[in-house]
C-alpha cells in the first residue's frame, strides 16, 4: 500500500451520533422512568456482549446484567439466550486472538428511539452504538472499529406489573455487527440465470497468513483513495443522491454503498436495461440491478473484467470488494468494500447494514468460520 493511500485512512472519526427511522410508533404517554429503566437494560444487555469481546473483560462478576432484579430484568429464557451469546462471543474472541487480533477495549451505548406499551406487552427500538479498540494499533493502523446497530426489544410485564424482557429482534437489513451473534440461515431460492449464464465466482481462502499478490494502484486508472474517502464520508449516513435500502424489509444497503464508493473512484455507468447483468448504473432515480444487488453485481463485475478473484481474503487491498454467502447456498449475501490494510496485510473493510467501518477481515473470518467468501480486486 501507498504512503499516499494510507494516509486516506488515518484519524477516523468515532461513530457519531445517527439513528435510523424506529419501526416502533412512539407513545408519548408512557412515563420518562419506564422508558428509562428499559433503556438501561438494553445497555446492559449489549454492553455485557461487547465486553465479551474484550481482553480480559466480560467475566460473570462484571456482567452488567447480573444486577438486574425487580421492577425490570431479563426473562428465563432471555437469560439462557444472553448466556448463550457470550459464550459465543467469547469464543469468537479466542478465534480472533489466534488471528492476532485483540481487542482492549469496548464502548457501548444505546439510545431509545421509540416505546409502545398496550396492557402487559411493550415494544422499544433502541439504537446501539459500538466501538471497540484495538489491541495492536501500529504505526497508522487503525485504532478501533465501530457500528451502530438497531434492534426491537420486546418486555412483558407480570401480574405484579414487573418488566421482563423477553425477546431482542435486529432490525437492520444485515446482521454484520462485530459483537452480534449468528443467527440460523434460511436457504434462498438460486436465482435463475440469463440466456449466456452470468459467471460464477471463485471462492477466496481464508487462510492467514495469504500468499502475496500486491495491488498496481496506477494500472486502471481509477482512483482507490477517492474509493476509500468516500467509503469513510458515508459509511454511518446515507448520501440524498441515491436511494436508502437499510431497514423495512428493503433488502440492505451493502451492494448499493459499494457502487456508490466505485463509482466515486472512477466506475463509469453502462446504461440499459434494470435487469441485464451486463449493465451498471445509479443515482436517485434509477438504478440496475448490478448497481444494487449482491449476486448482480458479481455477474456484472466479472463479466465486464473490472474485476478479477482473488485467491484469499488477505490479498484484498484499498478499494477491492468482500463478498460473503453466509450460510453456503450458492447466492451471496453481503457486499464490503475494503478501506484499510495494515502491515501484517490484514485488510479493514467498511459497510452499511449494518452501518460499520475498518472491521478487520479476521474479524469477519472468526466470527462466521462456516460462511464461503468472495474477494474481488478492483
Not at 424482557?165 to 454484520?176: F, H, M, N
Not at 477491492?320 to 457486499?335: A, E, I, Y
Request: aromatic share 10%; hydrophobic share 35%.
Amino acid at each position: 500500500m501507498t504512503a499516499a493511500a494510507a494516509s486516506v485512512v488515518a484519524g477516523v472519526a468515532l461513530v457519531p451520533n445517527w439513528s435510523a427511522g424506529a419501526a416502533v410508533t412512539d407513545d408519548p404517554t408512557v412515563d420518562a422512568a419506564t422508558k428509562a429503566t428499559f433503556q438501561r437494560l438494553a445497555d446492559a444487555v449489549f454492553t455485557d456482549r461487547t465486553q465479551a469481546l474484550v481482553e480480559g473483560a466480560g467475566t460473570k462478576e462484571t456482567r452488567r446484567t447480573s444486577g438486574f432484579s425487580g421492577s425490570v430484568r431479563l426473562s428465563g429464557g432471555q437469560t439462557r439466550e444472553q448466556k448463550s451469546a457470550l459464550e459465543e462471543l467469547r469464543d469468537r474472541r479466542g478465534r480472533l486472538a489466534r488471528l492476532g487480533e485483540t481487542y482492549r477495549a469496548g464502548s457501548t451505548k444505546v439510545t431509545l428511539d421509540a416505546t409502545r406499551v398496550k396492557g402487559r406487552h411493550a415494544k422499544v427500538a433502541v439504537t446501539e452504538t459500538t466501538t471497540l479498540t484495538y489491541g495492536k494499533a501500529a504505526g497508522k493502523s487503525p485504532e478501533s472499529t465501530g457500528f451502530q446497530a438497531h434492534h426491537e426489544l420486546s418486555f412483558t410485564a407480570d401480574r405484579h406489573g414487573d418488566w421482563r424482557l423477553t425477546g431482542i429482534r435486529d432490525t437492520d437489513d444485515g446482521y454484520l455487527a462485530v459483537n452480534q451473534v449468528a443467527r440460523p440461515e434460511v436457504a434462498k431460492p438460486q436465482a435463475e440465470a440469463e440466456d449466456d449464464g452470468p459467471p460464477s465466482a471463485a471462492r477466496a481462502a481464508t487462510a492467514w497468513p495469504a500468499p502475496a499478490n500486491a495491488k498496481n494502484f496506477s494500472a486502471t486508472g481509477y482512483d482507490y483513495k477517492a474509493m476509500v474517502a468516500y467509503a469513510q464520508k458515508y459509511w454511518n449516513k446515507y448520501n440524498p443522491d441515491y436511494p436508502n435500502f437499510n431497514g423495512q424489509g428493503a433488502g440492505g444497503d451493502c451492494t448499493n454503498f459499494v457502487s456508490q464508493a466505485l463509482k466515486a473512484g472512477g466506475w463509469k455507468h453502462v446504461p440499459g436495461y434494470t435487469n441485464d447483468f451486463h449493465k451498471w448504473f445509479g443515482n436517485s432515480e434509477i438504478q440496475s440491478d448490478s448497481f444494487v444487488g449482491v449476486n448482480e453485481f458479481s455477474w456484472f463485475a466479472l463479466s465486464s473484467k473490472r474485476v478479477t478473484s482473488l485467491a484469499n481474503v488477505y490479498q484484498l487491498d484499498l478499494g477491492d470488494v468482500l463478498q460473503v454467502d453466509f450460510n453456503r447456498d450458492g447466492s451471496k449475501d453481503h457486499s464490503m468494500i475494503v478501506t484499510y490494510r495494515d502491515r501484517r496485510g490484514v485488510p479493514y473493510v467498511s459497510y452499511h447494514s449494518t452501518n460499520t467501518y475498518n472491521r478487520s477481515v479476521a474479524s469477519l473470518v472468526a466470527s462466521y468460520p462456516n460462511a464461503a467468501f468472495y474477494a474481488y480486486r478492483t
